[in-house]
């Protein structure tokens, strides 16, 4: 079993910059890839980007690239995401996910609210 805690949400103006951090505990060993996706009001969960645990391959969705960087600290068993030009579309819960190596497990933080102010 894996645990992770998202922390680093909070309430920021257009333009501005937030720095989220995914601690994982429990089964480290079993973990692949790790990555964030948001879920805004009324919307499907989404991908943000995620990161491969060996050599860091790096997966961003379109509306974030080049203003979001995920990174990812194997020593610390955690994953970060470093969220600039922030904009209200950004506004959501974004979670913290990990899946196992073979794909087979998936496990979820319980979110961290962003919200966007124009």
């Known amino acids: 079993q894996v645990q992770l805690v998202e922390s680093g949400g909070g309430l920021v103006q257009t333009g501005g910059s937030l720095r989220l951090s995914c601690a994982a505990s429990?089964?480290?060993?079993?973990?692949?890839?790790m990555g964030w996706y948001r879920q805004a009001p009324g919307n499907q969960r989404e991908l943000v980007a995620d990161?491969?645990?060996?050599?860091?391959?790096?997966n961003y969705a379109g509306s974030v690239k080049g203003r979001f960087t995920i990174s990812r600290d194997n020593a610390k068993n955690s994953v970060y995401l470093q969220m600039n030009s922030l904009t209200p579309e950004d506004t959501a819960v974004y979670f913290c996910?990990?899946?196992?190596?073979?794909?087979?497990?998936?496990?979820w933080g319980q979110g961290t609210q962003v919200t966007v102010s124009s």
């Open positions: 429990g089964s480290i060993s079993s973990i692949n890839v």
């Open positions: 996910k990990a899946v196992s190596w073979l794909g087979s497990r998936e496990y």
């Open positions: 990161i491969t645990r060996i050599g860091g391959v790096t």
